[in-house]
């Protein structure tokens, strides 16, 4: 059973980077991507981006400049950094792993999920 | 990008009924690239339908997924109180995978 858990900062000023971990245990790391997904106080989902286990990397054009992902294979960790924040980017950020099997790189669903961290961009 | 359009924002029913969530797509979406979740306040969400009909692992047969091109449907039937929610849809057709809004479903 993948089990994924999170954590980092929560409590940002504006301007600052957003940097975020999530360690994956109990399944395979090899053949996925793991995504971060965020969702902002009562509003829908917005994937930010991926990163597989060799650290190929997709990005949202929307936030693209701002955004990098990473993977440690030897910790069986993903992190995120979010540079320049500001309060729109408040948010509940998830990490998830992407598709039910390994290697099927185009079947983009989520299942498991962690269990959120709110960040929180405030002066 | 394609945008998701979710309908209603709402849908308030009672324990035994059917519900019936609607998701219209921007422009037309390959049925093996569509799915549905459910969140429940304070959890991630949960895949349900992915490929537009099929049920996820442990997903009740109560919950059904149809549509094609740019209309999409969940219905769920015999409505029980622990499907009280918000439901996403989502595409994986095109570039970036994008989500609707959600609908909330009160029982």
């Known amino acids: 059973q993948v089990q994924i858990q999170q954590w980092g900062a929560g409590l940002l000023k504006p301007s600052e980077t957003l940097s975020l971990t999530c360690a994956v245990s109990?399944?395979?790391?090899?053949?996925?991507?793991w995504s971060w997904i965020r969702q902002a106080p009562g509003k829908g989902l917005e994937w930010l981006a991926e990163?597989?286990?060799?650290?190929?990397?997709n990005y949202n054009p929307a936030l693209k400049s701002r955004v990098t992902v990473s993977v440690d294979t030897f910790k069986v960790q993903v992190s995120l950094r979010l540079k320049s924040v500001t309060a729109a980017d408040t948010a509940v950020y998830y990490c998830?792993?992407?598709?039910?099997?390994?290697?099927?790189?185009?079947?983009?669903?989520?299942?498991?999920w962690g269990q959120g961290a709110l960040v929180t961009v405030s002066s | 990008e394609t945008v998701l359009t979710q309908s209603p924002g709402t849908l308030s029913l009672s324990p035994g009924a059917r519900a019936t969530l609607s998701c219209r797509a921007s422009?037309?979406?390959?049925?093996?690239?569509f799915a549905w979740y459910q969140q429940k306040p304070g959890q991630a969400p949960r895949l349900l339908i992915y490929?537009?009909?099929t049920r996820a692992t442990g997903i009740s047969d109560r919950f059904t997924g149809s549509g094609s091109g740019t209309d999409f449907t969940l219905t769920i039937k015999r409505l029980q109180s622990e499907d009280s929610a918000v439901y996403y849809c989502?595409?994986?057709?095109?570039?970036?995978?994008?989500f609707g809004q959600g609908t909330k479903l009160e029982i």
């Open positions: 990163v597989n286990h060799s650290g190929g990397t």
């Open positions: 422009q037309s979406i390959d049925t093996t690239y």
């Open positions: 490929s537009t009909t």
């Open positions: 109990g399944g395979s790391f090899s053949g996925y991507y």
């Open positions: 989502q595409q994986y057709d095109g570039w970036p995978q994008t």
């Open positions: 998830a792993r992407v598709g039910r099997r390994a290697y099927h790189y185009d079947e983009k669903i989520y299942g498991p």
